[in-house]
């Protein structure tokens, strides 16, 4: 191959198996991956210094699927519940603002903190036949 050349692989870099249940870290995904296992876990932990959080609230396609109170905990994307094709996921944390103020301290002012956004591709799985 030429050196001025370099081969890039299209397809997404996490396959995610025909298994039951998958388990994945949700930070360390890339920005899509494919969904196939039935149930796919997805694990987070979050460091946010000098602010109490709220809840973390998961959505697909701009609907709320999971709120968790804790900046660590496991969201699960039930496959059979998606369309085939792609869909986006996203993370938002809501925490106070740390300022100390009157107004912080009893949760009238909070902070949004909003993720990146992943794109999951689900695609239908040929059936299993038992013989």
Same mark, same amino acid.
Do not use: C
């Given at each position: 191959? *030429?050196?001025?050349?370099?081969?890039?692989?299209?397809?997404? +870099?996490?396959?995610? @198996? *025909?298994?039951?249940?998958? +388990?994945? *870290? /949700?930070? @360390? %995904?890339?920005?899509?991956? +494919? /969904?196939?296992?039935? #149930? @796919? /876990? /997805?694990?987070? @932990? %979050?460091?946010?210094?000098?602010?109490?959080?709220?809840?973390? #609230?998961?959505?697909?396609?701009?609907?709320?699927? $999971?709120?968790?109170?804790?900046?660590?905990? #496991?969201? =699960?994307?039930?496959?059979?519940?998606? +369309?085939?094709?792609?869909? $986006?996921?996203?993370?938002?944390?809501?925490?106070? #603002?740390?300022?100390? =103020? %009157?107004? *912080?301290?009893?949760?009238?002012?909070?902070?949004?903190?909003?993720?990146?956004?992943?794109?999951? %591709? $689900? $695609?239908?799985?040929?059936?299993?036949?038992?013989?």
């Amino acid at each position: 191959m *030429d050196e001025n050349f370099v081969e890039v692989n299209n397809t997404p +870099s996490v396959e995610i @198996t *025909d298994a039951a249940v998958q +388990s994945e *870290d /949700l930070l @360390t %995904l890339p920005d899509t991956f +494919s /969904l196939f296992a039935r #149930t @796919t /876990l /997805l694990k987070y @932990t %979050l460091t946010i210094e000098n602010q109490d959080t709220i809840h973390v #609230t998961f959505y697909v396609d701009d609907k709320p699927i $999971k709120q968790i109170p804790a900046l660590q905990g #496991t969201v =699960s994307l039930y496959a059979p519940a998606f +369309s085939e094709g792609y869909h $986006k996921l996203r993370m938002e944390v809501i925490t106070n #603002t740390g300022t100390g =103020s %009157l107004a *912080d301290r009893v949760g009238a002012e909070l902070m949004l903190w909003k993720s990146r956004e992943w794109t999951f %591709l $689900k $695609k239908r799985v040929a059936p299993q036949y038992l013989f």
